[in-house]
């Protein structure tokens, strides 16, 4: 395992610089550490536009009710991205750019061009419209029946936590639990995830990998 640290903040857009080693020409997703991501059959919908996704660029748009808070994406009738736009004063549409991207092998050589913003960074907005210039920037939109969740602010952090808490114990469920998602997409064997909740028995977490573990 090897990473690369960044030596100061200069934009999430930096991270395809920092990690230009990693990436080698490949294609890559972006996932923005303050989103939580909730749905049915969410991995499986993610799956499905990697698979389908075309040259370029794909963002994934949530309809929100006070759009001039987030990155906005403009879609034409047919889904096609038109305009791009951080927190704009008058926003064109109520799409929230949220933070989850797939970008294919150009990325890192877009990302050399970009000039920091006013507030000195690199801005993945502007990552974004280098696509849209191109007319490569596609649009999937997370339907009503997922939630994002952006942690962002005090408020919205609580807001999150109240959903998360009330989702677990009603459902009995675990939002991001790895040692899970790992096991159902077959990463993990029973006997891996067994020593994993043996080492956290003595709390709920590991009740949780246990109940799997003993799933038939």
């Not at 991270?15 to 996932?31: C, K, M, Q, R, S």
């Not at 963002?59 to 759009?67: C, R």
């Not at 969740?149 to 459902?171: M, N, P, W, Y």
């Not at 064997?189 to 028995?201: D, G, P, Q, V």
């Amino acid at each position: 395992i090897s990473y690369e640290i960044q030596d100061k903040p200069n934009g999430i857009a930096e991270a395809f610089l920092v990690g230009e080693n990693f990436i080698n020409g490949d294609d890559v997703a972006l996932v923005l550490g303050d989103n939580i991501f909730y749905g049915y059959d969410f991995s499986a919908f993610i799956k499905q536009e990697t698979k389908n996704k075309k040259k370029g660029a794909t963002v994934f748009g949530y309809e929100v009710s006070d759009p001039e808070r987030f990155g906005i994406v403009e879609i034409d009738s047919k889904g096609k991205a038109i305009s791009l736009y951080e927190k704009p004063e008058k926003p064109k549409s109520n799409l929230a750019v949220v933070g989850l991207y797939i970008y294919d092998d150009n990325v890192v050589k877009y990302a050399k061009k970009l000039k920091p913003s006013k507030r000195g960074e690199l801005e993945i907005t502007d990552l974004n419209k280098a696509y849209l210039k191109k007319d490569q920037l596609n649009v999937a939109k997370l339907e009503g029946g997922s939630a994002w969740l952006d942690t962002g602010t005090h408020s919205s952090l609580l807001e999150a936590s109240q959903f998360v808490h009330t989702i677990e114990k009603r459902q009995g469920v675990k939002i991001g639990c790895i040692e899970e998602v790992a096991y159902r997409n077959g990463w993990l064997s029973k006997k891996n995830l067994k020593t994993f909740s043996e080492k956290y028995k003595n709390n709920q977490y590991g009740e949780y990998l246990k109940k799997i573990v003993d799933e038939k």
